[in-house]
Nanobody, 126 residues
Framework: QVHMVESGGGLVQAGGSLRLSCAFS????????MGWFRQAPGKEREFVAA????????YYADSVKGRFTISRDNVRNTVNLQMNSLKPEDTAVYYC???????????????????WGQGTQVTVSS
């Protein structure tokens, strides 16, 4: 069974940076598309970024494009989210998600992912 654990969340001032990591175990990491989602209080979970199983293709929400970078290490079985120029509206619980490459195209909706981590809190103060 797939198991994922996020880390790297915390409190940061607006304009600062954080790097989230997601440790993947239980299956062959290199055969999974990976994604990051976030959920702010009182709001629905939303897509942040995704990366294909090979790392060749990346996708971003318009709200984070140019500020966030998703990457993966298929040796260390981790997917990372580098977040720069953080804004108070980036405050949310951030979740790592995974789905096997058998689904085809890398999904960008939460319904397209089958496995989820427990989340890590990111708080950006103004």
């Amino acid at each position: 069974q797939v198991h994922m654990v996020e880390s790297g969340g915390g409190l940061v001032q607006a304009g600062g940076s954080l790097r989230l990591s997601c440790a993947f175990s239980g299956r062959a990491f290199s055969t999974y598309h990976m994604g990051w989602f976030r959920q702010a209080p009182g709001k629905e979970r939303e897509f942040v970024a995704a990366i294909s199983w090979s790392g060749d293709n990346t996708y971003y929400a318009d709200s984070v494009k140019g500020r966030f970078t998703i990457s993966r290490d298929n040796v260390r079985n981790t997917v990372n989210l580098q977040m720069n120029s953080l804004k108070p509206e980036d405050t949310a619980v951030y979740y790592c998600a995974a789905v096997n490459w058998a689904v085809g195209q890398t999904p960008t909706r939460d319904s397209g992912f089958h496995y989820w981590g427990q989340g890590t809190q990111v708080t950006v103060s103004s």
